[in-house]
């Protein structure tokens, strides 16, 4: 079936990098781009940019920009998000998600990772 | 301060219908189709309704969603308790080009 896997937890120091993953199985990667949501404990959802594993264009949140980064494999099927100099408001659950619709018109999140909780702390 | 709007909370007795709102503006929900998650406690989001009012399979038909002009709208009839949670509106921003959410509705079946 069609599921996105996420890597574990992690614990980080302020001002450090972290890199979450998010392996793709039941379909083909490349066909369908990689959206990184977060959420921060008892608040919404915050949609932080998405990659197309075909070509690895990436397109960034503006409140995110310069910070992070989204990366692929398309060997493995793994997508793959770094945010440097991390802050306490960093801490979150990140859920990659899967972007499916023909152009932006349709766009919607049909399938979802479980996420990967970052905690930032001194 | 999320770019769409919805009620931060909403409830009703079970079997009941409840009607959730989402508002926006002409550069997303204006120009764009809505879809809708549902966040039960403590797991991922899942997808509910997309392109405006289609239900993915497995969906009951209980849930639906409706769009007008620059508002979107999600419905649940015959409340469940199993419908307690978060719901979430989103669609394409074309200013911003990126996704937006709504703040989310936290549903009480009472």
């Known amino acids: 079936q069609v599921q996105l896997v996420q890597s574990g937890a992690e614990v980080k120091r302020p001002g450090a990098s972290v890199r979450v993953s998010c392996k793709a199985s039941?379909?083909?990667?490349?066909?369908?781009?990689v959206n990184w949501v977060r959420q921060a404990t008892g608040q919404g959802l915050e949609w932080m940019g998405y990659?197309?594993?075909?070509?690895?264009?990436?397109a960034y949140a503006e409140d995110f920009q310069g910070r992070v980064t989204m990366t692929r494999s398309t060997s493995t099927g793994t997508a793959y998000l770094e945010l440097n100099n991390l802050r306490s408001d960093d801490t979150a659950v990140y859920f990659c998600a899967r972007g499916t619709g023909a152009d932006s018109f349709y766009y919607h999140l049909d399938v979802w990772g479980k996420g990967t909780t970052v905690t930032v702390s001194s | 301060q999320s770019v769409l709007t919805q009620p931060p909370s909403a409830s009703g007795p079970p079997g009941q219908r409840v009607t959730i709102s989402c508002s926006g503006s002409r550069s997303n929900i204006g120009g764009n189709t809505v879809s809708w998650y549902q966040q039960l406690p403590e797991t991922a989001p899942k997808l509910l309704i997309y392109m405006n009012n289609q239900r993915p399979s497995g969906v009951p038909d209980r849930f639906s969603g409706s769009k007008s002009d620059t508002s979107a709208s999600l419905a649940i009839s015959g409340l469940q308790s199993e419908d307690e949670a978060d719901y979430y509106c989103a669609t394409w921003d074309d200013s911003l080009k990126g996704v937006v959410f709504g703040g989310g509705t936290k549903l009480a079946v009472l």
């Open positions: 990659m197309e594993p075909n070509t690895g264009n990436t």
């Open positions: 039941g379909y083909i990667f490349t066909s369908y781009e």
